[in-house]
């Protein structure tokens, strides 16, 4: 049982670095005018590979957790985030409506 508790708690922890990091993406790419496969490739760079290197050092010696679980926690919900936080203030900063 305490394995288990461990695991979810670095998951979790992985899980809200990633919608921090997205958030963080997100804000920059709409404030510079980022557009296209570059703003995805922020979002990859910053959300995806920053924070699994990150937090490598919680779940290296974790013998329940692998790297595919760590990837997997909670991205969808930060590509999300990203994307709602890129198309606003991308629209709201840089549209001439």
């Given at each position: 049982m305490a394995q288990i508790d461990e695991s979810e708690k670095i998951l979790d922890t992985v899980?809200?670095?990633r919608?921090?990091?997205a958030v963080v993406a997100g804000i920059l790419c709409g404030i510079?005018?980022?557009h296209g496969v570059l703003g995805f490739l922020m979002f990859g760079l910053i959300a995806v590979l920053g924070v699994m290197q990150l937090d490598?050092?919680?779940y290296a010696n974790h013998i329940?957790?692998?790297s595919a679980d760590v990837l997997k926690e909670g991205l969808s919900n930060a590509l999300g985030v990203f994307l709602a936080l890129w198309v606003l203030l991308y629209t709201?900063?840089?549209?001439?409506?």
């Open positions: 899980f809200w670095h919608q921090i990091a510079a005018p980022i490598k050092g919680l329940t957790i692998t709201q900063l840089h549209s001439d409506l």
